[in-house]
Nanobody
Framework: QVQLVESGGGLVQTGGSLRLSCAASGRTFGSYVMGWFRQAPGKEREFVSAISWRGGVTSYSDSVKGRFTISRDNAKNTVYLQMNSLKPEDTAVYYC?????????????????WGQGTQVTVSP
């Protein structure tokens, strides 16, 4: 029903910035809660951020709060993750996800659709 494609990853030095995009196709994009997750080498996938249907409510993990900003443009069927003050610990494959339930959550199993991921590498 929904397909998600991430882009914008790359290599950046510590302290640099990147903006990830997640383009969605399918029906009723505006009614989906959107989230970002990441998986670092040797670690389990973890929650990064989420945004409500209209973008009025956002949530962040403690590790990225104050550095990352999630936003969405429903007219363009796209969700973004602006990443500033990047650290080597941010190195991971970043995934966007969507859920049809309106309730915000950090739990991975609550999300219904997933993208393929985009690599972010932060050098020391």
């Amino acid at each position: 029903q929904v397909q998600l494609v991430e882009s914008g990853g790359g290599l950046v030095q510590t302290g640099g910035s990147l903006r990830l995009s997640c383009a969605a196709s399918g029906r009723t994009f505006g009614s989906y809660v959107m989230g970002w997750f990441r998986q670092a080498p040797g670690k389990e996938r973890e929650f990064v951020s989420a945004i409500s249907w209209r973008g009025g409510v956002t949530s962040y993990s403690d590790s990225v709060k104050g550095r990352f900003t999630i936003s969405r443009d429903n007219a363009k069927n796209t969700v973004y993750l602006q990443m500033n003050s990047l650290k080597p610990e941010d190195t991971a494959v970043y995934y966007c996800a969507a859920k049809t339930d309106f309730r915000m959550t950090y739990l991975q199993h609550e999300y219904d659709y997933w993208g393929q991921g985009t690599q972010v590498t932060v050098s020391p």
